[in-house]
């Protein structure tokens, strides 16, 4: 069946570094990608929403200078955190779209913990 | 702007016993979508079970099936003969039949399986 990888599935950096995470879609082609954030114990936080080929469209309160989402191919979206700070923490996941079936795929998620 | 509501944060079901995890939601569309998301440690997002608005009949997925209320906007989660791995974070999602087809998410309530 369909498959969302993210890559690295934890990744811990100096505070002021800048992160990148992978977003890559097996087995079909997702023209549209979601990122999440989620907090320990809280639920799933839509960050933004990118198709491929176009600028991400972020939500109310998301800093798009700080979270650059790239949607390059229908197989590939990433997120960078720039100038990682520890309030940045948190579990990052994506989700990609796959428009034959209208159907969601989420990836595994990446802990992101910043020093 | 569509809202998900879960009142429960937390639920025990004996095994083999059965549970109803309630959830409400608020929109003004017509055409939607509504899913029941599982979350174990491992914090993969599982696809539980999905219910398509304009389906009057209640959707079933083995042990597990929705009471989907339109008119109440209410879709609540029934998990029949409990077993331990159903013990998990369960998530309420909206989404809408239109573009960009965004997830809203419930608070989630935490399922807990006694032996």
């Known amino acids: 069946g369909a498959v969302v990888s993210q890559h690295p599935s934890w990744v811990i950096c100096k505070s002021g570094t800048s992160v990148k995470i992978e977003c890559r879609s097996l087995?079909?082609?997702?023209?549209?990608m979601f990122w999440y954030r989620q907090f320990p114990k809280q639920s799933l936080m839509l960050m933004a929403t990118?198709?491929?080929?176009?600028?991400?469209?972020?939500e109310q309160g998301v800093e798009k200078d700080k979270f650059l989402i790239n949607h390059a191919s229908l197989t590939l979206s990433t997120l960078t955190v720039t100038s990682a700070h520890p309030e940045d923490s948190s579990f990052y996941i994506c989700?990609?779209?796959?428009?034959?079936?209208?159907?969601?795929?989420f990836g595994p998620g990446t802990r992101l913990t910043v020093l | 702007a569509q809202t998900v509501t879960q009142s429960q944060p937390e639920m025990s079901v004996q095994e083999a016993e059965t549970v109803t995890l309630s959830c409400t939601y608020d929109?003004?569309?017509?055409?939607?979508?509504l899913f029941w998301y599982k979350q174990p440690p491992s914090r993969q997002m599982i696809l539980v079970i999905r219910q398509e608005a304009y389906k009057q009949q209640n959707a079933t997925e083995n042990r597990f099936s929705v009471n989907f209320q339109k008119a109440a906007k209410s879709f609540s989660l029934k998990i029949s003969d409990s077993q331990l791995g159903d013990a998990a974070m369960y998530f309420c999602?909206?989404?809408?039949?239109?573009?960009?087809?965004?997830?809203?998410f419930g608070t989630g309530t935490r399922l807990k399986v006694l032996a």
């Open positions: 087995d079909f082609q997702a023209t549209t």
């Open positions: 929109t003004s569309e017509s055409d939607y979508y």
């Open positions: 990118s198709n491929e080929g176009s600028k991400a469209t972020y």
């Open positions: 989700s990609g779209r796959d428009r034959g079936t209208d159907t969601q795929y």
């Open positions: 999602a909206y989404r809408s039949a239109l573009y960009p087809y965004k997830y809203i």
